[in-house]
């Protein structure tokens, strides 16, 4: 009611223009809903941590639902849904939560349906089929609307124990580049036979960490095998997790190596490139989690918005 009466003052002249009423009703009308459902593993839990953070910053609204299985391959999700469709009392057809894929795919009208291979198989485009496959025709049978987008993972840090190892099997990646370079080349590949898009994770984290002023460099002082706690190597700008002292169940700390997932900065970084892929215009929200520099924030952000322009055709 307020609205209309300021509405009407103005039409007759009685008032001016009322500090952040019409503001509110261009925000209003510039607002918009995504519902998103993200089918994958650690890697989508963390590259949508920070996502509502920064959609409600830009004035917008998402309604998401997350299936989370830690490791989770697109040969795990299509045959949890093939098991269900055999046998809806199989409880190797639901999850943790005593749902099934068909139940998480019915329970609202998702526009965005994204699917993921697990980290460790994705340079190899043969571990793709035909679980993507299934996956596909399975989301779009039961939620035809939905656009089904694959969210492409990233590469490990580039101190990763998987580089070192001396042994490696046929087609091990021996660097990260290679990694990057072949998971790149077999989402693509996988997506343009299934007609679907992308979300760019993986291309941001690698344009963000081979950077020249940002990206993150190994600290070639630091001895792992002498370090004593709370040492740690400098990790600035890293967007994995690295080098971190955990304490083991006799209490003694052991330095150990995550290479795989996401620090704050890859969070969020994770968050700006599905952000900015569903709703444009990343690089203006004014949103940074605790204890990021403004600057480099900034940076992430600018290195989404990019990663997500060079996948346009």
Not at 25 to 54: C, Y
Request: proline share 4%; hydrophobic share 40%; glycine share 8%.
């Amino acid at each position: 009611m307020m609205k209309i009466f300021f509405a009407l003052m103005l039409m007759v002249g009685v008032v001016g223009p009322v500090p952040g009423v019409l503001a509110e009703t261009a925000g209003e009308k510039n607002k918009k809903t995504v519902r998103l459902l993200t089918i994958g593993n650690s890697f989508s839990r963390d590259a949508t941590m920070f996502l509502k953070d920064l959609v409600k910053a830009g004035g917008h609204e998402l309604i998401h639902d997350s299936i989370v299985v830690g490791g989770a391959s697109l040969e795990l999700h299509a045959t949890k849904a093939q098991k269900f469709e055999a046998d809806a009392n199989d409880p190797a057809g639901l999850y943790k939560d005593g749902k099934s894929l068909k139940a998480h795919l019915l329970a609202e009208k998702w526009e965005v349906v994204t699917i993921q291979q697990a980290s460790i198989k994705s340079h190899d485009v043969d571990t793709f089929r035909p679980f993507a496959r299934i996956l596909f025709d399975y989301i779009k049978k039961h939620a035809p609307d939905a656009r089904v987008v694959f969210h492409e993972t990233w590469a490990y840090r580039s101190d990763d124990p998987r580089f070192s190892v001396k042994n490696k099997k046929v087609g091990e990646p021996l660097t990260q580049q290679a990694m990057f370079e072949g998971l790149k080349g077999a989402y693509g590949e996988v997506a343009k036979e299934l007609g679907t898009g992308m979300i760019p994770t993986g291309n941001a984290f690698y344009l963000a960490d081979t950077d020249a002023v940002w990206g993150y460099r190994r600290d070639e002082k630091f001895e792992v095998k002498s370090a004593k706690p709370p040492a740690l190597p400098d990790q600035t700008h890293s967007l994995h997790v690295g080098r971190v002292w955990k304490k083991g169940k006799d209490g003694r700390l052991t330095l150990a190596m995550d290479g795989h997932h996401a620090s704050k900065a890859g969070q969020y970084l994770g968050a700006c490139v599905f952000y900015e892929s569903l709703f444009g215009g990343v690089v203006e929200v004014d949103f940074a989690p605790k204890g990021l520099e403004s600057e480099y924030a900034a940076f992430l952000r600018k290195t989404a918005q990019r990663a997500v322009e060079e996948m346009k055709p």
